[in-house]
Structure formats: structure tokens, C-alpha cells
């Protein structure tokens, strides 16, 4: 069992920056790719970005890329997003999850996941 406590969300301006956090505990996350995952209203969850703890490689979806940052702190055992250039569409609730899956863009193949932080960006 991996688990998994976001923080960070908040209510921000268009332009302004966030950094979301995830503290992951339980088994080593070694063997794990940590991902963020977002759900907007009336909206499918989508994948954000994604890094392998073990290696580091880091992955993410066109619509972030550029902006947001995905890194981990391996002594910590917590991974980051730090988003900046926040646009309104980046309103959604944040996931952390973890999956043992190649298939790190598959929103589906994630086993584990956090409760979820809310971002709101106002225009």
C-alpha cells in the first residue's frame, strides 16, 4: 500500500504560480512513477504529469508543458508540481497517484491516489 496526502491548492489570479505537494508513505516508492492527475468540473480526470521516482525522467500532457514542473525529493518522500503562468482552464481538483504501470499517461492505470487538493485561477 502506497499512501498518498496532497497540499498546497488554493484560490490564485491568472499568472500567478502554485506548488502543489504530495507526501507519499507506506511502501518505497521505488519501483513507482508518481503522477498529478486533474478533474475539472463535469470533466474526466486527465493526466498532468508524471516523474519516475527511481530515475527521475519526467512526463507531461501539452496543455502543461512549459509551465508546470514535476519533481520529487526522494529523502522527503514527496513529490512537487509547481505550476506557473496559471490559467483559469488549470481550475480542477489536483491528484496525486502512484502506478507501477509503463502506461504512465493511462489516467486508469494509476493503483494509488491522494484525496485531491482544489485550484481555483480567476481571470
Known amino acids: 500500500q502506497v499512501q498518498l496526502v496532497e497540499s498546497g491548492g488554493g484560490l490564485v489570479q491568472a499568472g500567478d504560480s502554485l506548488r502543489l505537494s504530495c507526501a507519499a508513505s507506506?511502501?518505497?516508492?521505488?519501483?513507482?512513477?508518481m503522477g498529478w492527475v486533474r478533474q475539472a468540473p463535469v470533466k474526466e480526470r486527465e493526466f498532468v504529469a508524471a516523474?519516475?521516482?527511481?530515475?527521475?525522467?519526467?512526463y507531461y500532457a501539452d496543455s502543461v508543458k512549459g509551465r508546470f514542473t514535476i519533481s520529487r525529493d526522494k529523502a522527503l518522500n514527496t513529490v512537487y508540481l509547481q505550476m506557473n503562468s496559471l490559467k483559469p482552464e488549470d481550475t480542477a481538483v489536483y491528484y496525486c497517484?502512484?502506478?507501477?504501470?509503463?502506461?504512465?499517461?493511462?489516467?486508469?492505470?494509476?493503483?494509488?491516489w491522494g484525496q485531491g487538493t482544489q485550484v481555483t485561477v480567476s481571470s
Open positions: 516523474i519516475r521516482w527511481s530515475g527521475g525522467s519526467t
Open positions: 507506506g511502501r518505497t516508492c521505488s519501483n513507482y512513477v
Open positions: 497517484a502512484a502506478t507501477r504501470s509503463s502506461w504512465l499517461y493511462t489516467v486508469g492505470e494509476y493503483e494509488y
